[in-house]
């Protein structure tokens, strides 16, 4: 008999150890609400990182025109040659000058590339922190993944800046 009763409490601590694990478990894994969520009151300063004409557009247009002040104004012109002769030496200006321009744009594209990859979170509010603190740095449109929810960055009514399900 007093076997029966240890049998008895044994099944009943592990009904309860069986009821408080499945419990827990569904107290962590809570899914992404495929619903509207505002990123800040206004959409000002979305973007403004990637230039006009591709990621980085000014800062590389910068960097050529030192590269080709620097060139140009040097004291030392590559012997035989004088300033009489300036017209090959512009040529190689330019063409060495362009090329880290154009260099200088593909790390930029690249940079843009490797952000939009990243942009899968595993929670909303991580994501919202993330657009928030990076704004300038992504185009209204912009695709980003919560928790396997599809949302695209756009803007409100009111001009809110938003994340909103890609299908309702």
């Known amino acids: 008999m007093a076997e029966y009763e240890v049998d008895k409490e044994m ?17 962590h894994a809570q899914r992404t609400e495929a619903r509207i969520h505002v990123i800040s009151e206004d959409a000002e300063g979305v973007g403004e990182a990637l230039g006009h004409g591709g990621a980085g557009d000014a800062i590389c247009q910068e960097e050529l025109e030192k590269c ?6 040097k004291s030392q012109w ?3 040659h004088n300033p009489k002769q300036a017209g090959w030496y512009y040529k190689r200006c ?3 000058c362009n090329k880290d321009f154009t260099d200088c744009e ?5 940079a843009a ?4 990859k990243k942009l899968e979170f595993s929670r909303m509010n991580e994501a919202i922190e993330w657009l928030r603190a990076h704004k ?3 185009a209204l449109g912009t695709v980003v993944i919560v928790a396997g929810i599809t949302f695209v960055l756009t803007t409100g ?7 909103a399900p890609l299908a309702l």
């Open 68 to 73: 080709m002040t620097l060139c140009w104004e």
């Open 113 to 116: 590339r490797e952000r939009e």
């Open 136 to 138: 300038t740095e992504v």
């Open 78 to 80: 590559p012997y035989p």
């Open 157 to 163: 009514g009111s001009g809110a800046l938003i994340l």
């Open 106 to 110: 593909e790390e930029y594209e690249e």
């Open 11 to 27: 099944r009943v601590l592990i009904l309860i150890a069986v009821a408080a694990m499945a419990g827990a478990g569904c107290a």
């Open 94 to 96: 330019t063409t060495d």
